[in-house]
């Protein structure tokens, strides 16, 4: 748009190009028919003024009455009387002032003044019913986006509170379980706790980074789980053996940060925690049927109370929601006696 333009408010710009479109109209019809000559210039001239200046003031009137505000019944009604006070006004001016300038054409000075004032308020009031329609349309179109966007601001906002509360319980969960690991070498074994320190420093430099974002890449995700296991390898040594199974194509999709940590967590705890024999756990990633697919394979039973109540397995269905919307979903089984998956899949985009 042109620097001059720009000083000009958006109603005036429409308000002019509108009446500009209409005389416009009118010249074409005119030729068309072979009526345009100097004195439908002058009547056009003094339509279109007095039309400018009383639908400026028919605006007015809304806003004064702030008849947008009010339910649809009432701003029907308002628009239609709005029109017709207006309109024999527009009528009323228009009859007398071309009279005054002798711009009547000849069949309309043979009426008497009565039949002129009803003939020019009745083609008025469509005139100007049609604008207050156009004005009605825009209104309402820019009230409707702007409550959409609201909308989706709130919903962002909604959006953005519940993941930060999701990350708060799940991080303070995580580091619970992991000081816990830490506190029973202290005293069997100082050197594996200085190492187990040392991972869980690594863990958390790891989180704390991941809670900057909504999603990182799932390659970013396995190097949190292997410190998180390295320092559970401590602890459980021959009796957990894990299991990578991950495609090259996955490590760039991006995922929620510390949900697949949660989901090995949980298999510790309610899997191989739970067993003097040994365990193991599989991690697999892969694509299949345009979502990302990311298992989570470990020994021991699922216990329904246990899982449905703890929140980490309840985070990562709201999280995949919240972020990856409907598609996302999370789900977990019994494979067989005595494995247990949990599968979480992510739609690719």
Known sequence: ????????????????????????????????????????????????????????????????????????????????????????????????????????????AKWAISQKISSNVFSSFIYLFIWNCIYFIYHYVAESRKNQLDNLKLEA???????????????????????NSIRALIDENPNRAREAVTALSNILRSSMSSDQHETIT???????VKDYLALELIRFEDRLHVHYGIEEDTLDHQVPPMMLQTLVENAIKH?????????????LANEAHGQLVL????????????????????STSNRLQLIFGESASFSIKQLNQDMVEAKVNIPLS
């Open 1 to 108: 748009m042109a620097p001059y333009l720009q000083n000009i408010s958006k109603y005036w710009l429409f308000q002019f190009l509108g009446w500009m479109m209409f005389a416009g109209i009118n010249i074409f019809f005119a030729f068309t028919y072979k009526l345009f000559d100097a004195q439908f210039i002058g009547r056009l001239g003094v339509y279109v003024a007095i039309g400018l200046l009383m639908s400026h003031f028919m605006r007015m009137t809304i806003k004064w009455l702030k008849l947008l505000q009010r339910n649809i019944n009432y701003q029907l009604i308002g628009f239609i009387l709005i029109s017709i006070v207006f309109a024999t006004a527009v009528g009323i001016g228009e009859t007398y002032l071309s009279m005054l300038a002798r711009l009547e054409y000849k069949e309309e």
């Open 271 to 283: 899997g191989i925690g739970k067993t003097v024999h040994k365990g193991e756990i599989s991690i």
């Open 295 to 314: 298992s989570v394979i470990n020994s021991g039973l699922l216990e329904i109370k246990q899982d449905h109540e703890g929140f980490g397995l309840q």
């Open 218 to 224: 799932l390659e970013q995700e396995l190097n949190i």
């Open 157 to 179: 906002l909604v959006k953005s509170l519940e993941l930060k509360t999701i990350k708060s319980h799940i991080n303070p969960h995580f580091i619970f379980n992991a000081m």
